[in-house]
């Protein structure tokens, strides 16, 4: 079993910024890569970014592209999002997750043990 604790929201007016975090735990595969997703309140959950074990790889939703960066630290099995320029529309609860397949995180499939979350708010 795979645990995920995202940290790092919070409040912050339009234009700020944030940097999130999640560490992985338990019974995580050698290698695999991670990626961050959001849900906005009536909305479905959706993908925002995505990176490989090495971090040679990284994709990200048109709608934070330029704004936001992903990073990891595989010895700390923790993946990082970068956000800046902060908009209302970011508003949600941010979650990651990881699999062995980093197009299964871009496409959000088979994805399981999500975390709680971490909630982004941000003020116009």
């Known amino acids: 079993q795979v645990q995920l604790v995202e940290s790092g929201g919070g409040l912050v007016q339009a234009g700020e910024s944030l940097r999130l975090s999640c560490a992985a735990s338990g019974r995580t595969p050698s290698s695999y890569a991670m990626g961050w997703f959001r849900q906005a309140p009536g909305k479905e959950r959706e993908f925002v970014a995505a990176i490989s074990w090495s971090g040679g790889t990284i994709y990200y939703a048109d709608s934070v592209k330029g704004r936001f960066t992903i990073s990891i630290d595989n010895a700390k099995k923790t993946v990082y999002l970068q956000m800046n320029s902060l908009k209302p529309e970011d508003t949600a609860v941010y979650y990651c997750?990881?699999?062995?397949?980093?197009?299964?995180?871009?496409?959000?499939?088979?994805?399981?043990?999500w975390g709680q979350g971490t909630q982004v708010t941000v003020s116009s």
């Open positions: 997750n990881l699999d062995r397949l980093f197009y299964d995180i871009v496409r959000m499939r088979g994805l399981s043990s």
